[in-house]
């Protein structure tokens, strides 16, 4: 019931923030109209100066960011030259308050934290820790100092050339160790994970990468990678979280198909996602020219994607990064999000959230990729790998146990996305819809 009158104070201000516009600025009609018109048409120039900024590079990106700002300030200066600011203020307000009741309406009902248990800390705990990661996280936290005097044995990864992460930790597995380990980044914490699953040890994240999704998902501390050695006490809890599995690899974030996968690629993508994305969209919204790609996802076919993102367990808010959050990580499912985009309208409608034609939004348990090439690169929780196709990915449903503190900030859910296609459900008197 809170949602249903949430959906309609956000239509309700939305119509004053229109009505203040139209019934103020003038005492004559002509003067609304044309009050009107200057927001109409500069709402227009910014949605297209946005949308080129994001679609294209170099100049007309620079000119269409341009556009974006001197449009605001340029109706302001008309609004103050006819003696109206104030409407154009309070129209602004209304309709940020308008905003954010779509949003609390469209908040879904918290997710259940997931299961734990308590167990007794392990004895012999074996931890691989990466020195560069994070841009020296290691040794900026004394995480091996640490670790050490918490009884765990340490391997760093210094070198000299380039160590088998793999057959270290199959190693530790021979020797006695009880629990796997990784500080470092989450295409590392993926491959020791597995190995953790196949020999059912539990398994501790340290977040010491320079994002850590995966650890985030956990709700473990990102600012404060020592605090996640606590989990090596008597303070530690062991959950069941699932893994997917790719080509024989597991991947505990995403794996990437099409042009997010090339974007992998980029040595920037490491250090700067959002960034890196942007430089990634207009290769989506003008056309990818790689490999043409089939997905089958369950019973769904998706055809010719430009870009395909298969999660362990599904993205909040219809995220077309994978930049989101996971409600959860022991649901047993992929999570599948493919953009389609054929013309500018549709790539406007993806730009702004909107769900539908361009971006197919879904959940399987096996999703297999197949091109009209024998191989296509595949970005596996921030590396790529070619792969031959067809590509099969899978889940694998709580197969990892994973070690975390009790005490841990936990997870928060990201804002909703606004979809007006719900919200106008929410806001019907005829139908009960609940928020997806």
Request: glycine share 10%.
């Amino acid at each position: 019931m809170r949602a249903r009158w949430l959906a309609r104070a956000a239509f309700v201000l939305m119509f004053a923030s229109a009505a203040v516009l139209i019934a103020f600025p003038a005492r004559h009609v002509r003067g609304a109209l044309a009050t009107v018109a200057i927001g109409a048409v500069a709402a227009c120039l910014i949605v297209a100066g946005g949308y080129w900024y994001l679609a294209h590079r170099g100049v007309l990106r620079q000119l269409a960011l341009g556009l974006v700002v001197l449009v605001p300030i340029a109706v302001l200066v008309v609004f103050a030259w006819r003696h109206v600011i104030w409407v154009a203020v309070v129209s602004i307000v209304l309709l940020a308050l308008a905003v954010g009741a779509a949003r609390l309406a469209l908040t879904p009902a918290a997710t259940p934290a997931m299961p734990f248990r308590e167990v007794p800390p392990p004895t012999r705990a074996f931890l691989i820790m990466n020195p560069r990661s994070g841009g020296g996280k290691v040794a900026k936290f004394a995480l091996k100092q640490k670790a050490e005097a918490l009884g765990a044995e340490v391997a760093l990864l210094d070198g000299p050339g380039q160590v088998d992460v793999a057959a270290l930790a199959r190693k530790a597995v021979a020797d006695g160790a009880d629990l796997l380990g990784v500080a470092g980044g989450d295409g590392t914490q993926a491959l020791v994970a597995g190995i953790a699953a196949e020999h059912d040890l539990p398994f501790l994240v340290i977040s010491a990468g320079t994002r850590n999704h995966f650890a985030m998902d956990l709700g473990l501390d990102r600012d404060d990678p020592a605090a996640c050695l606590d989990a090596l006490t008597s303070d530690g809890v062991e959950q069941r979280i699932d893994l997917g599995v790719i080509g024989g690899r597991t991947f505990v974030n995403n794996a990437s198909f099409g042009a997010y996968a090339e974007v992998v690629e980029s040595p920037a993508y490491r250090d700067d996602k959002r960034g890196t994305t942007l430089q990634m969209l207009p290769d989506i919204l003008t056309g990818h020219r790689g490999a043409k790609l089939t997905a089958r996802a369950g019973e769904t076919m998706v055809t010719g994607p430009q870009a395909l993102l298969v999660s362990n367990n599904p993205y909040q808010g219809g995220d077309i990064a994978g930049l989101s959050r996971r409600a959860r990580l022991d649901t047993g499912t992929l999570g599948v999000v493919a953009v389609t985009v054929n013309n500018a309208l549709q790539a406007a409608m993806l730009l702004r959230g909107a769900r539908g034609q361009g971006l197919t939004t879904l959940t399987a348990q096996e999703v297999v990729v197949d091109a009209d090439v024998p191989e296509i690169p595949v970005g596996i929780d921030g590396e790529t790998v070619m792969m031959a196709t067809p590509v099969r990915c899978a889940i694998q449903p709580r197969a990892l146990r994973v070690r975390v503190p009790a005490d841990r900030p936990g997870t928060r859910p990201p804002k909703p996305a606004l979809d007006w296609h719900t919200l106008r459900q929410l806001a019907s008197f005829r139908s009960t819809p609940a928020p997806t």
